[in-house]
Nanobody, 115 residues
Framework: QVQLVESGGGSVEPGGSLRLSCAAS????????MSWYRQAPGKERELVAF????????NYADSVKGRFTISRDNAKSTVYLQMNSLNSEDTAVYSC????????WGQGTQVTVSS
């Protein structure tokens, strides 16, 4: 069965960095684009970053451009989100998404940016 397991979240001060990982299993990872989404309290879930199946194409939400970098290692079936210059508006639960079949979500990892 498809599984997506995120890790790397935590608490960080403004200006800090975190690297999220999403380990995938149960499907041919290299055949699918992957995305990171986030949902802050009281807000709708939003797309943060997208990466094509081979990694050659990426897209970012305007709010994170220049600060976040999505990447993937198909040999490890893992997608990453490097987050730099974090601010309080980045506080949210971050989840990875695989568009296989009906679509699959990870359980999410909390990122809290606070001084």
């Amino acid at each position: 069965q498809v599984q997506l397991v995120e890790s790397g979240g935590g608490s960080v001060e403004p200006g800090g960095s975190l690297r999220l990982s999403c380990a995938a299993s149960g499907f041919i990872f290299s055949s699918y684009a992957m995305s990171w989404y986030r949902q802050a309290p009281g807000k709708e879930r939003e797309l943060v970053a997208f990466i094509s199946n081979a990694g050659g194409r990426t897209n970012y939400a305007d709010s994170v451009k220049g600060r976040f970098t999505i990447s993937r290692d198909n040999a490890k079936s893992t997608v990453y989100l490097q987050m730099n210059s974090l601010n309080s508006e980045d506080t949210a639960v971050y989840s990875c998404y695989a568009p296989k079949g009906r679509g699959y979500w990870g359980q999410g990892t909390q990122v809290t940016v606070s001084s």
